[in-house]
């Protein structure tokens, strides 16, 4: 099985200049928890998460955090995303998708095709989703 048939190929994407109050609607407008960050180039250059705006790893830098959580617009997708993330291709396998989901604890996995071009992002759902198609017990 490629990641190819189980990825989502309809990707909303973010920009690192956008604000965390408009990205966290866009997200939840569309039901989703990742969204890939993509440069002006159009190449990916980070992954947004729901956890990302929950609570970000750079807080703790802070002496008053609670303004951080107020997820205004003047704070920006490319302050709270996680950079140079994993990434997949199209004719990875399945299995090669879950290890990486597993060894790096996270929840969906951009896919990238020629020159880092984003084509899809595969989920730990959709990988889910193979392995019962699979028929694996």
Do not use: C
């Amino acid at each position: 099985m490629k990641v190819s048939e189980y990825m989502s190929t309809q990707v909303v994407t973010a920009n690192p200049k956008d604000g965390l109050r408009q990205t966290f609607y866009r997200m939840r407008e569309r039901s989703i928890r990742h969204m890939p960050v993509l440069g002006d180039d159009e190449a990916i250059v980070g992954v947004i998460s729901d956890r990302d705006l929950r609570r970000p790893d750079w807080v703790d830098d802070e002496e008053n955090v609670a303004h951080y959580y107020l997820l205004d617009n003047a704070h920006k997708v490319e302050e709270a995303m996680t950079r140079d993330p994993w990434v997949v291709h199209p004719d990875d396998t399945i299995q090669e998708a879950a290890d990486l989901v597993l060894k790096h604890r996270i929840g969906a996995l951009p896919v990238v095709g020629a020159q880092h071009r984003l084509v899809g992002m595969i989920s730990a759902v959709d990988v889910l989703r193979a392995f019962r198609d699979s028929g694996v017990e």
